[in-house]
């Protein structure tokens, strides 16, 4: 129960990097794992030639974030080097974990796969994190008729996307951007 309960901060927490960019009513640390998950189930016999495990991929991106329960949502813009960072997500997991009995075992070592991104699994996960932020960029300058307000989030992403399936989907999202940019610009909203 108690393990229940110390999860919950993600469901209330606003993400940092929205929160930097000025972003009003922005998505939370449990909105975004959430979107992760679900995304997993977009993989199909078509598209997943590789034959990704999605039940591992629907865990991991449930589980990605989960040490921002303890931690926050740590950026580069916070003054936290990488080292101290991931340092301080693997105590808080263990931490996590730990509350779990042996279901944190698998929790942990699955946090360890994506950290070290050393699984198909992991890396598709890993694309699904940053195409979610791109996703979510997008959505909110076309919510604020702001384009290119969110730049820095697509061009800290540019040619990250490793699976075909993802990169298809960044080549649609990154169209209908300039679509919306050109829209916009004619009819002299920016």
Request: proline share 4%.
């Amino acid at each position: 129960m108690y393990f229940l309960r110390s999860i919950v901060e993600p469901k209330h927490v606003k993400r940092t990097g929205w929160i930097l960019c000025d972003i009003n009513d922005c998505e939370t640390i449990a909105g975004h794992m959430y979107r992760m998950g679900i995304m997993t189930f977009l993989l199909t016999e078509e598209n997943n030639p590789t034959k990704l495990d999605r039940i591992k991929c629907l865990q991991i991106a449930l589980i990605h974030d989960l040490a921002e329960c303890i931690v926050g949502d740590l950026t580069p813009h916070c003054g936290v080097s990488p080292e101290e960072k991931h340092r301080r997500e693997d105590e808080a997991m263990k931490t996590i974990s730990g509350l779990t009995g042996i279901a944190g075992d698998r929790m942990y070592e699955l946090y360890k796969e994506y950290e070290d991104q050393s699984s198909p699994e992991a890396k598709f996960a890993k694309d699904l994190d940053r195409y979610d932020m791109i996703l979510q960029a997008f959505e909110y300058e076309k919510r604020e008729n702001t384009p290119k307000k969110c730049q820095e989030f697509f061009t800290a992403t540019e040619g990250k996307f490793d699976h075909p399936f993802i990169q298809d989907l960044v080549k649609e999202l990154y169209l209908q951007r300039e679509i919306f940019e050109k829209h916009t610009v004619v009819n002299g909203h920016v």
